[in-house]
T-cell receptor
Framework: EDQVTQSPEALRLQEGESSSLNCSYT??????LFWYRQDPGKGPEFLFT???AGEEKEKERLKATLTKKESFLHITAPKPEDSATYLCAVRTYNNNDMRFGAGTRLTVKP | GAGVSQSPSNKVTEKGKDVELRCDPISGHTALYWYRQSLGQGLEFLIY????????KSGLPSDRFSAERTGGSVSTLTIQRTQQEDSAVYLC?????????????FGEGSWLTVV
């Protein structure tokens, strides 16, 4: 069965303190791995799609990378406005839907 | 519209009543999805529509839940005889053809509280 596991569950950083969020996956036939940001009371907001091992995508302070078993979301010099829950999801050849991890709740303190 | 639109944004209902939640997908998107997110939990897939194909209902938790999509656009999720455990955010999403691994874009959700 396809599984997506995110770690840590929660992460507290000081402003400017870089770190990484992990998403490990066990799936049959990966079509794509997706990162979303979700603010309280809002729907998930799309960040990145990665399709093959070795691929990297960047947007402002965020960089997503992909290997055959996991993806990392690197946050460089975070700011308080980066505080949110970050969700990882996969699409596979076996399912119509997108399977989500439980998310990492990031708090960046000024 | 510019994004996925959902209504109502908030709904409080009494246990045992039926509720309908509406979703208007992004124009041109043929695939439509419903997810449920309970407090502090991850997103749980409910149902998927793609064009005129039969929907994938594999995620519906019970026969009290049903959904339809009229004219290949607007969708309605219906929950009959609501229970307290149905309290959650119901998220609708859409994408270009679902089988191509395309990005799914979400609405802001309908917050359902069953009292």
């Amino acid at each position: 069965e396809d599984q997506v596991t995110q770690s840590p569950e929660a992460l507290r950083l000081q402003e400017g303190e870089s770190s990484s969020l992990n998403c490990s996956y066990t799936v049959s036939g990966l079509r794509g791995l997706f990162w979303y940001r979700q603010d309280p009371g809002k729907g998930p907001e799309f960040l990145f799609t990665l399709y093959s091992a070795g691929e990297e995508k960047e947007k402002e302070r965020l960089k997503a990378t992909l290997t055959k078993k996991e993806s990392f979301l690197h946050i460089t010099a975070p700011k308080p406005e980066d505080s949110a829950t970050y969700l990882c999801a996969v699409r596979t050849y076996n399912n119509n839907d997108m399977r989500f991890g439980a998310g990492t709740r990031l708090t960046v303190k000024p | 519209g510019a994004g996925v639109s959902q209504s109502p944004s908030n709904k409080v209902t009494e246990k045992g009543k039926d509720v309908e939640l509406r979703c208007d997908p992004i124009s041109g998107h043929t695939a439509l999805y419903w997810y449920r997110q309970s407090l502090g939990q991850g997103l749980e897939f409910l149902i998927y529509f793609q064009g005129n194909s039969a929907p994938d209902k594999s995620g519906l938790p019970s026969d009290r839940f049903s959904a339809e999509r009229t004219g290949g656009s607007v969708s309605t999720l219906t929950i009959q005889r609501t229970q307290q455990e149905d309290s959650a955010v119901y998220l609708c999403a859409s994408s270009l053809a679902g089988a191509a691994g395309n990005t799914i874009y979400f609405g802001e959700g309908s917050w359902l509280t069953v009292v």
